[in-house]
C-alpha cells in the first residue's frame, strides 16, 4: 500500500536568533514532577478523528490522484467533526477513521478560510464520544497544554505530545492568508495534526492545531477555541459563517505610529478606510479616528478588535469609543452580514 501524505499545515516565516543556553539543568526531582496526562489522553482519544482525504490535479496528459492526511475531533455525537479548512479543500474524497476502528465516508458541512476551520460531517452506526471545550481566554503562558493528532498519517492511534502555552493573541501570516488570536505552543506540531486540539490539562479543548514553522524547532500556532467556536456553531447551524460586518479596514496604533503621526494614545485600532454607507459610515466614524473600545472592552490591536467583533452576530448593536482631534468620542454601529 502506497504510504499516504500527511497534509502540511500552513507555514510561517519570521526573522529570529539563537536562544542562550541555559545555565542551569534540571534536577531528578524537577524531571519526576512533571505531569503524567496518560488519563487525559485515554479519554479524549475516542474522540479523535483520523483524516484522509483524496484529490485529483491536472496532468499535461492525465489526471493525477494525490493522497493526503489531516485530524480532526467530535463536536457532535451525530458525526460532526471539526478539522482545518486546508485539509478539506478541493477535495474529492474523505474518509474518517476513529480509534475504535470504524471508518465511514464523509462530506463537507462548511469551511471558513479566513479562520481555517471547516466542518465535516460522517454518520455513525450510534452516537460518538465528544470533546469538550475550555475557555482560551483562561490560558497563561507558561501552562501546560497537549496537542493530540494524526502527526505524519502514523498508524496505531494519535499521536500526543506535550508542551507549554508560549505566548497568546499572535498573528500569523500564512501562504493562504493571516490567522489572528493564535495560541503559539512548543507542543510538537507535525504535517497531519493539522484540525486535532490543542488541550488543556483538564482535558478540555482550548485550541485547534493549525500552522507551525518550519525554519524553527518548538514554534507551532493553533486557533484559540474563543476564536473557534461562534465559527463551529455557525458552521453546524448554516453551512457558513454567517460573520458581522462593521464597514471599515484598519491597522494597529503602535508607539512608533503614534511617534510619527502624533497621536495621544499608543495602542488601538486606526481606521485606514471606510466602506461608504457601510455601518461604521453610517455610525459617524472617518478615517483617522483610533478605535479603543469595543462596548468597553479595550482594543489595543486589530486582532483583539477582530475577536471581540466576531463574537457578536448579526443585527447586533456595539458601542465603539474612539478618539478624533485628540478627543475622546462614542457612537452606535448595528452589525451588518458580510458577504
Do not use: C
Not at 483524516?51 to 475531533?73: C, K, N, P, W
Not at 518548538?218 to 457558513?240: C, K, N, Q, T, Y
Amino acid at each position: 500500500m502506497t504510504p499516504v501524505a500527511s497534509v502540511p499545515p500552513p507555514t510561517v516565516q519570521v526573522n529570529g536568533g539563537l536562544a542562550s543556553p541555559t545555565s542551569s539543568i534540571q534536577s531528578p526531582q524537577n524531571v519526576a514532577s512533571l505531569p503524567s496526562i496518560s488519563d487525559l489522553v485515554g479519554e479524549i482519544n475516542p474522540a479523535i478523528a483520523s483524516i484522509s482525504v483524496e484529490s485529483v490535479s491536472r496532468g499535461l496528459f492525465f489526471d493525477i490522484t494525490d493522497q493526503g492526511a489531516g485530524s480532526g475531533m467530535v463536536v457532535r455525537a451525530d458525526g460532526h467533526i471539526v478539522t482545518n479548512y486546508h485539509v478539506v479543500q478541493d477535495v474529492r474524497g474523505i474518509r474518517v477513521n476513529l480509534p475504535n476502528g470504524e471508518s465511514y465516508l464523509a462530506r463537507i458541512i462548511g469551511g471558513d478560510i479566513v479562520t481555517d476551520l471547516a466542518v465535516i460531517k460522517i454518520d455513525p452506526v450510534g452516537e460518538l464520544p465528544v470533546v469538550s471545550f475550555g475557555d482560551s481566554e483562561q490560558l497563561k503562558v507558561g501552562d501546560w497544554v497537549v496537542a493530540v493528532g494524526n502527526a505524519l498519517a502514523l498508524r496505531g492511534g494519535p499521536t500526543v505530545t506535550l508542551g507549554i502555552v508560549s505566548a497568546r493573541g499572535r498573528t500569523v501570516k500564512t501562504e493562504r492568508g493571516d490567522l489572528y488570536d493564535m495560541i503559539q505552543t512548543d507542543a510538537a506540531i507535525n504535517d497531519g495534526n493539522s484540525g486535532g486540539p490543542l488541550l488543556n490539562l483538564d482535558g478540555d479543548v482550548i485550541g485547534i492545531n493549525t500552522a507551525m514553522l518550519r525554519e524553527a524547532q518548538g514554534i507551532g500556532f493553533a486557533i484559540s477555541s474563543e476564536s473557534a467556536l461562534p465559527i463551529i456553531d455557525s458552521l453546524v447551524e448554516h453551512g457558513r459563517v454567517i460573520r458581522p460586518l462593521i464597514g471599515l479596514n484598519g491597522a494597529d496604533v503602535t508607539p512608533a505610529v503614534a511617534s510619527r503621526f502624533g497621536f495621544i494614545v499608543n495602542e488601538g485600532v486606526v481606521v485606514t478606510q471606510m466602506g461608504r454607507g457601510g455601518p461604521a459610515d453610517e455610525a459617524g466614524l472617518l478615517v483617522g479616528d483610533i478605535i479603543t473600545k469595543l462596548d468597553g472592552i479595550p482594543t489595543p490591536n486589530m486582532t483583539r478588535f477582530l475577536t471581540l467583533l466576531w463574537s457578536y452576530t448579526v443585527g447586533d448593536t456595539v458601542q465603539l469609543e474612539y478618539i478624533r482631534d485628540n478627543r475622546i468620542g462614542e457612537t452606535a454601529v448595528v452589525l451588518v452580514e458580510r458577504r
